[in-house]
């Protein structure tokens, strides 16, 4: 069973919506070698988005055990429900692995007019003609090739054969996220302060070609075999992508000191400076922007594209890391008074509905004396 499949079992079965026959698949994915691990992983990041699911071990796979024959099979999944059913009532799933036990407890934050907001589904589409059409969950818009409703822009494939190419472009800023599916039916998440450029259709026999300008994006790739075997590229400044059918995330902001590309699953090769490589699932390419050096190695694929589900996944990321992620998400700047803080690693995980009050609150509890909120400005201390 390939890793989309997994993951879509997964999250029918967190959202209480599996199959009997769906069950039984996953249990006996569940019974192979090292996918326990993932399973864990995989509920615990989901579950905080249905957070009031209440799991027990009657209802957990939706259905009742009626041949004695199953029973011992469900046993043994009944046994990790409980390590599920746990996690619905945990409150601590964000810490610091090194805490100190014996400090005093964290002075009361100052608020000063908060007014950082948690983000939205909102973007700008600029067509082809160079007008801006301002997107989100409340408004709509359609023309001949396109649909944009809620969270996303769909485009419509032309029945025609297509000569010259068209190209539109989807922005999301600071404090935002949206989606959108090409004319091939690639979809693309893009997070936020992102922009991508990528034609309204498709030319028939030549490479299906999209550019990141810049920001961060998850893509589930359109099969070749679907699309005359034409490949598909994704461009950035420095360097190249080029995929057959896959689904990975670029992650390419300008204030990063290096821009991730990491495989969910497929194949895909990456170019820089006439080097290409080829990455295979679970792998990462980090490219140093200032060095021009590649490095590949093995990452956790959920905590790197959690963020197009609702969720933030950190594992062992320095705090500067992590508030440069947040303060894109919640448009507003960060400034450590207290500098020996930058460093600090954390780990765990938060929903993206959270407010700043309350992800900030989880911090403190660890690591932080006390924080300043100043209208969109949030001082560590």
């Known amino acids: 069973m390939n890793q989309t499949k997994v993951d879509k079992l997964l999250l029918k079965l967190v959202e209480n919506r599996i199959s009997r026959t769906e069950s039984e698949e996953l249990l006996e994915w569940l019974e192979q070698e090292g996918n326990r691990e993932y399973f864990n992983e995989f509920v615990a990041?989901?579950?905080?988005?249905?957070?009031?699911?209440?799991?027990?071990?009657?209802?957990?796979?939706?259905?009742?055990i009626e041949k004695e024959t199953r029973k011992r099979r469900y046993r043994?999944?009944?046994?990790?429900?409980?390590?599920?059913?746990?996690?619905?009532?945990?409150?601590?799933?964000?810490?610091?692995?090194?805490?100190?036990?014996?400090?005093?407890?964290?002075?009361?934050?100052?608020?000063?007019?908060?007014?950082?907001?948690?983000?939205?589904?909102?973007?700008?589409?600029?067509?082809?003609?160079g007008k801006d059409?301002?997107?989100?969950?409340?408004?709509?818009?359609?023309?001949?090739?396109?649909?944009?409703?809620?969270?996303?822009?769909?485009?419509?494939?032309?029945?025609?054969?297509?000569?010259?190419?068209?190209?539109?472009?989807?922005?999301?800023?600071?404090?935002?996220?949206?989606?959108?599916?090409?004319?091939?039916?690639?979809?693309?998440?893009?997070?936020?302060e992102s922009k991508l450029k990528y034609p309204v259709d498709f030319v028939e026999g030549k490479s299906r070609e999209?550019?990141?300008?810049?920001?961060?994006?998850?893509?589930?790739?359109?099969?070749?075999?679907?699309?005359?075997?034409?490949?598909?590229?994704?461009y950035h400044d420095q360097q190249e992508i080029r995929v057959l059918g896959t689904q990975f995330n670029l992650k390419a902001y300008g204030d990063?000191?290096?821009?991730?590309?990491?495989?969910?699953?497929?194949?895909?090769?990456?170019?820089?400076?006439?080097?290409?490589?080829?990455?295979?699932?679970?792998?990462?390419?980090r490219l140093n922007v200032g060095t021009g050096v590649v490095k590949v190695s093995e990452v956790d694929v959920l905590s790197e594209t959690s963020w197009r589900n609702g969720i933030f996944s950190f594992k062992e990321k320095p705090l500067k890391e992590i508030m440069r992620t947040l303060s894109r998400w919640y448009d507003m700047e960060v400034v450590f008074e207290n500098k020996a803080l930058?460093?600090?690693?954390?780990?765990?995980?938060?929903?993206?509905?959270?407010?700043?009050?309350?992800?900030?609150?989880?911090?403190?509890s660890n690591s932080l004396d006390s924080y300043e909120i100043n209208r969109k400005t949030v001082i560590l201390k």
Do not use: C
């Open 45 to 64: 990041i989901n579950q905080l988005v249905n957070a009031k699911r209440n799991f027990t071990n009657k209802d957990l796979l939706g259905h009742k």
């Open 256 to 285: 990063e000191p290096e821009i991730l590309t990491t495989l969910v699953e497929g194949r895909v090769s990456v170019t820089h400076g006439g080097e290409t490589l080829e990455i295979v699932p679970g792998e990462q390419s």
């Open 133 to 192: 059409v301002h997107l989100d969950s409340e408004s709509g818009f359609s023309t001949q090739n396109l649909e944009a409703k809620e969270d996303q822009v769909v485009y419509r494939p032309k029945k025609d054969g297509v000569k010259e190419v068209a190209y539109n472009f989807l922005t999301v800023p600071r404090g935002g996220q949206f989606s959108l599916t090409l004319s091939d039916g690639t979809v693309v998440w893009l997070n936020s």
């Open 342 to 364: 930058e460093d600090k690693k954390f780990k765990g995980v938060l929903r993206k509905s959270q407010s700043i009050e309350e992800v900030l609150s989880v911090i403190m």
């Open 210 to 234: 999209v550019h990141l300008i810049y920001g961060e994006a998850y893509f589930d790739v359109a099969s070749s075999d679907d699309n005359h075997g034409d490949d598909f590229k994704v």
């Open 76 to 129: 043994t999944y009944f046994k990790y429900a409980a390590a599920i059913a746990g996690l619905v009532t945990a409150t601590f799933l964000f810490r610091d692995d090194i805490i100190d036990l014996g400090k005093p407890e964290a002075r009361s934050p100052v608020i000063v007019d908060n007014q950082i907001r948690t983000g939205t589904n909102t973007a700008v589409l600029t067509l082809e003609d």
